[in-house]
């Protein structure tokens, strides 16, 4: 059965301005911790493998997609409260931003 409209409405994907960054030493795979601030909803965690592409200061100060709403997970002894979104490419995974700033916290339509 293909997903329908409402599972895509079913996500939570919100805008946050990533807030710190540092290497996730204990992940399987090379990764970052990042803590994403989101608004009213606070800074959130998640520990994402985007090192072919991005080192921690690349990412200070810098916006995000991230689907919010979901379990935490552990990776690497980390919290990851959350999922950011990108594109899957050879390089490596190029996150989705957008173009001009916006409140942290806005939903992705």
Do not use: C, H
């Amino acid at each position: 059965m293909s997903p329908s409209i409402d599972d895509l409405f079913a996500l939570d994907i919100k805008i946050g301005t990533v807030v710190r960054a540092e290497p996730n030493d204990g992940a399987r795979d090379p990764a970052l911790r990042l803590w994403v601030d989101f608004g009213a909803e606070g800074v959130k965690q998640s520990s994402a493998k985007i090192t072919d592409r991005y080192t921690p200061d690349d990412l200070v100060g810098t916006q995000v997609a991230a689907v919010t709403g979901f379990e935490p997970l552990r990776v690497g002894g980390f919290r990851s409260d959350v999922l950011l979104i990108g594109a899957l490419t050879p390089d490596g995974v190029v996150l989705l931003r957008p173009d001009a700033a916006v409140e942290d916290g806005s939903d992705v339509a």
